[in-house]
Nanobody
Framework: QVQLVESGGGSVQAGGSLRLSCAAS?????MAWFRQVPGSEREGVAG???????IYADSVTGRFTISQDNDKNTLYLQMNSLKPEDSAMYYC?????????????????????WGQGTQVTVSS
């Protein structure tokens, strides 16, 4: 089984940037980023299939970028122009298999493998 470890979270002011990393013990395959605040459902933020296809939540389109370094087995989320409503625990997820297409990549139920999360706090 793939193990995932997130890092890069922290506290920033509105308008600032953070870069999250997800280190995988094996091939990153089909992966995504999710976020969750207490009392709410886990929200899909950005996903990437095995062919370079990406999908973003409307709330982050134009501000966040998902990328992958296969040689390092690492997934990234570059977050720019951060807003207070971006504050959440951010989780990395992996399908553990290849996938083609992005239609399911913002649905948490699609992913069996999860990291422990990294906290992002954006102040106004």
């Amino acid at each position: 089984q793939v193990q995932l470890v997130e890092s890069g979270g922290g506290s920033v002011q509105a308008g600032g940037s953070l870069r999250l990393s997800c280190a995988a013990s094996r091939s990153t395959s089909c992966m995504a980023w999710f976020r969750q605040v207490p009392g709410s459902e886990r929200e899909g933020v950005a996903g990437m299939d095995n062919y370079g296809g990406t999908i973003y939540a409307d709330s982050v389109t134009g501000r966040f970028t998902i990328s992958q370094d296969n040689d390092k087995n690492t997934l990234y989320l570059q977050m720019n122009s951060l807003k207070p409503e971006d504050s959440a625990m951010y989780y990395c997820a992996s399908k553990g298999l290849s996938c083609s297409g992005t239609g399911s990549l913002l649905w948490s139920g699609f992913f069996p493998l999860w990291g422990q999360g990294t906290q992002v706090t954006v102040s106004s």
